[in-house]
């Protein structure tokens, strides 16, 4: 009965609850519409490392990390491969030559560490490979008798790999990709230009489109007359398996983008087979086995098993790896949850003062209730009913809207894509798909009841200060 | 049977200016089944005494025994359940809560004394039928004239079987037709079913009914009288 009414008091005042539930609608979706794309943007973020970069663990010998030296590769290889193997959650593991060398084309060079793979293996453990850009190559599949190396596209573009043509075919594609004929037409006096690198390309832009026009179509404009010239080639320099400088010519397999600046600019990958020739390492000689697991839940105890049955090895999981990560995925929870409980404390003052004026406006009804014989704890109860049902239902609602906005966006994602070189100098893909999970919206579900509560105690202790042959006597 | 002793009660309000004596050595028995009215002029004490008797506010001094029990010696939680129990209230301005229906409005006290449903809603079929309002079942107040309200309020009154219904000026609000539709639904309750009705009137109409007629003026009683039927 009391819940009833409670209920049935709350719409007594319809245009006042609304307010309230209005409030308490914008501020929930909000929240949680936050939450969700900083939530998509972090779990793409650990996704991409995991499934592109670094995998789960990775297996080393204790001193490769400091100085990357060649010379320590992991002794009795073989023992060590039965050992993960055996161990249960593994699914697959990729061996790893790790190189520091310097990469070079005629005009610029850069430092790269070099992986020497088993393309096969490697596919097993990432889908690097799936990042390939189109009508760059491929991830080795193609046989080649030469040396190949499969390199990222910032790479690319800082050693003028990748470079930048206007002509016709460009401007013709850019027709049809809508762009006004003022800009075409500011294009046009560069028909048959060839920039060698991203920048140029780009200052060159800059002098001749407005700011408006560069933000609306530079990327289009990049992204059409980009081009990639097939069996281009470049050098690596490195040392060999006795310290000793040597180098070769490699060509372009293929350009990934993995949207991570510093990971296309670090890492590149050759075929191990190619390496082996050229640093005299022998098969099963090798500096690193990464790991890609059943579960990623499983790393915490993995990461110990093989601690236990390879001591002498270091076995780094990627939390370790990457503690910036783990940090991200651990302390962003408690953020979420410190943000939930500032919004709702905000809404919590709307509440107290609509229900202020609730026990104000039915003075003379809660004195006859209590005359009556509806003893405190009913009539406390009633109005902390009364709040709670006020912020519920407004939560509730924010709740659907919210749920319904992230399922709309989590299939085509938001694309953030003026902030697109801000984004991935960060690691982080400018589209984001939002993602929440159901735990999420449970404790917001708690905080939204608790907020209720809180709010209610003191107009409720208002309400029960009241005399009722006093409040009776109200008009 | 005495159903309520009023016992030399006085109250004295003392605000920091004045200090009003507003019922001053009142002495009262109630027997089951009276039909009485307390009429005074405004300022009379009778509200006073009404609220007293009622456990709304407490004596001065002196004692008021609702068959044995001591209201003044009730802790304010047992005084609300002893309300809850023993009297039934029927307002000047009705006060029935507005957001629920007649049915649910009788039904109130019944929910907070946990009846189970079937006792329940017989009972509230049997009230709203005695008020005349059995076709008003699933009305809410406001769409009910003042008299259905005041009926409906006199069913809520009686739903827990209480000793005695205090009613303080019920037909104030009332045209002279609803005044006597209720005075005839009360006086056939309390001749019919013998519950004690006690009222504070100054409503000619009401002392006509009444079979016993208690004047108050500045606090005291000056008569009591005992009409004969």
């Known amino acids: ?475 | 049977m005495k159903v309520l002793e009023i016992n030399n009660v006085h109250k004295i309000y003392n605000s920091s200016e004045v200090r009003v004596h507003a019922v001053n050595g009142i002495t009262l028995d109630f027997e089951k089944g009276e039909f009485a009215a307390i009429v005074g002029p405004s300022g009379s004490g009778k509200t006073t005494l009404l609220n007293m008797i009622g456990g709304l506010d407490k004596p001065t001094e002196g004692k008021i025994m609702v068959d044995s029990t001591n209201l003044a010696e009730l802790k304010s939680s047992s005084l609300i359940d002893f309300r809850m129990r023993n009297i039934g209230f029927v307002f000047q301005s009705y006060n029935l809560i507005p957001v629920l229906t007649a049915k649910e409005n009788v039904e109130f006290i019944m929910n907070l004394q946990k009846w189970n449903k079937k006792e329940r809603d017989e009972r509230t079929f049997e009230l709203l039928k005695a008020v005349g309002l059995e076709d008003r079942v699933n009305s809410r107040p406001s769409k009910l004239s003042g008299g259905q309200q005041q009926r409906v309020a006199v069913a809520r009154a009686l739903a827990s079987k209480p000793k005695f219904v205090l009613a303080d000026e019920p037909t104030a609000n009332l045209d002279s037709k609803s005044t006597e539709t209720l005075l005839d639904i009360m006086e056939q309750l309390n001749k019919e079913e013998g519950i004690t009705f006690i009222f504070s009137t100054h409503d000619a109409r009401v002392v006509k009914k009444a079979r016993r007629v208690i004047t108050i003026e500045d606090g005291k009683v000056i008569s009591d009288e005992r009409k004969k039927v």
């Open chain 1, 1 to 475: 009965m009391i819940w009833k009414t409670a209920w049935k008091n709350v719409w007594r005042n319809k245009v006042r609850s609304l307010v309230v539930i209005i409030s308490v609608t914008i501020g929930i979706f909000g929240g949680i519409f936050s939450v969700a794309v900083m939530n998509g943007a972090i779990e793409q973020r650990v996704d991409a490392a995991i499934n592109e970069e670094i995998a789960h663990i990775h297996i080393n010998d204790p001193a490769f990390r400091d100085n990357y030296d060649v010379q320590l590769t992991i002794p009795d290889i073989n023992r060590v491969l039965q050992a993960v193997n055996k161990t249960p959650g593994v699914k697959a593991i990729a061996p790893r030559v790790v190189i520091t060398g310097m990469a070079n084309t005629a005009t610029k060079s850069t430092g790269v560490q070099i992986m020497g793979i088993d393309p096969a293996a490697e596919k097993e453990v990432f889908r690097l490979y799936e990042t390939t850009l189109p009508e760059t190559g491929d991830f080795f599949d193609t046989e080649s008798r030469h040396n190949l190396v499969y390199i990222g596209q910032d790479l690319a573009k800082e050693l003028n790999i990748i470079r930048y043509r206007v002509d016709e075919s460009v401007i013709e594609s850019l027709a049809g990709k809508e762009l006004p004929e003022t800009v075409l037409e500011k294009l046009t006096p560069y028909m048959g230009y060839r920039f060698k690198s991203e920048k140029a390309f780009k200052k060159e832009m800059k002098s001749v489109l407005t700011l408006k026009e560069q933000h609306e179509y530079g990327k289009r404009i990049r992204e059409t007359a980009w081009s990639f010239r097939e069996r281009s080639k470049m050098t690596l320099t490195f040392l060999d398996r006795d310290q000793i400088q040597t180098g070769a010519v490699f060509r372009i397999a293929g350009i990934f983008d993995v949207k991570n600046n510093m990971y296309e600019m670090g890492q590149v990958f050759v075929r191990n087979q190619d390496l082996m020739n050229l640093t005299g390492f022998v098969e099963n000689e090798i500096h690193q086995l990464v790991i890609k697991l059943e579960d990623i839940e499983n790393t915490g105890p993995v990461t110990e098993a093989l601690s236990n049955s390879l001591p002498g090895l270091e076995v780094m999981n990627w939390k370790e790896i990457q503690p910036d990560l783990a940090m991200m995925t651990d302390m962003v929870q408690k953020f979420y949850a410190i943000l939930m409980v500032i919004i709702l404390a905000a809404l919590a003052f709307g509440i107290v003062n609509t229900m202020l004026m609730v026990v104000l406006e039915r003075t003379k009804e809660l004195g006859m209730l209590t005359a009556i014989g509806m003893n405190k704890k009913r009539v406390f109860s009633m109005i902390m009913l009364e709040s709670i049902f006020l912020s519920l239902f407004g939560g509730v609602v924010g709740m659907v809207v919210s749920r319904l906005l992230i399922t709309f966006t989590a299939t085509k994602g938001i694309n953030f894509q003026s902030y697109e070189e801000g984004f991935e100098a960060m690691g982080y893909s400018a589209h984001i798909y939002p993602v929440i999970t159901p735990a999420f919206f449970i404790m917001v579900t708690i905080l939204i009841i608790i907020t209720g509560i809180l709010s209610s105690i003191y107009p409720a202790l208002k309400a029960l200060k009241l005399d009722p042959a006093e409040a009776l006597r109200t008009e």
